[in-house]
T-cell receptor, first 115, second 118 residues
């Protein structure tokens, strides 16, 4: 079974530029998550989708971050304009559904450095 | 507000001995707990989980213990192997939407770096 796919793996941009990350979840997984992991910290949820609807985006900085999941499969996360503090690993994850008890599976992450 | 805490940033253990990683939580709505392992330059991989209706779950060398009254869980690795060296994250989720905790959303601790010496 293919895992969660993410691209690009690495990105270096200057502050105030924009960047977009793509994610393809495990086939059949209805729930998709974007997490941000800053070095030395645990992953923090940015946004959670159930199919193509947003379940939780309470910690998404909406003035600069946006995400969409058209057709309930692939998802993109965009940052515009980027700030230095956005340097982090952006992890996409998926699970069968939102029910507690379903394991969440992570992709390898997209590493962003803002200079 | 750190709802899941791993108070030990690092742990060093000799090969063959037991590794014990600890995790504390504050949100009483959490009912499902997981441990993830993360190698450098990779995403977290699922290791083992436990539901709040249990107090122990075992899978090979890995055992997770849950003490609900103390809001504490621990991961035991016996025997420890050099390949176990990684960052270990504790995570928790809640069944119902309460106090800002989303249904199914995982809240992670800060991680513990485990080093197993040959």
């Amino acid at each position: 079974e293919a895992g969660v796919a993410q691209s690009p793996r690495y990105k270096i941009i200057e502050k105030r530029q924009s960047v977009a990350f793509w994610c393809n979840p495990i086939s059949g997984h209805a729930t998709l998550y974007w997490y941000q992991q800053i070095l030395g910290q645990g992953p923090k949820l940015l946004i959670q989708f159930q199919n193509n609807g947003v379940v939780d985006d309470s910690q998404l900085p909406k003035d600069r971050f946006s995400a969409e999941r058209l057709k309930g499969v692939d998802s993109t996360l965009k940052i515009q304009p980027a700030k230095l503090e956005d340097s982090a690993v952006y992890l996409c994850a998926s699970s069968l559904s939102v029910n507690s008890g379903n394991t969440i599976y992570f992709g390898e992450g997209s590493w962003l450095t803002v200079v | 507000d750190q709802q899941v805490k791993q108070n030990s940033p690092s742990l060093s253990v000799q090969e063959g001995r037991i590794s014990i990683l600890n995790c504390d939580y504050t949100n009483s709505m959490f009912d499902y707990f997981l441990w993830y392992k993360k190698y450098p330059a990779e995403g977290p991989t699922f290791l083992i989980s436990i539901s709040s209706i249990k107090d122990k779950n075992e899978d090979g060398r890995f055992t997770v213990f849950l003490n609900k009254s103390a809001k504490h869980l621990s991961l035991h690795i016996v025997p420890s192997q050099p390949g176990d060296s990684a960052v270990y994250f504790c995570a928790a989720s809640a069944r119902r939407y309460a106090g800002g905790t989303s249904y199914g959303k995982l809240t992670f601790g800060q991680g513990t770096i485990l080093t197993v010496h040959p």
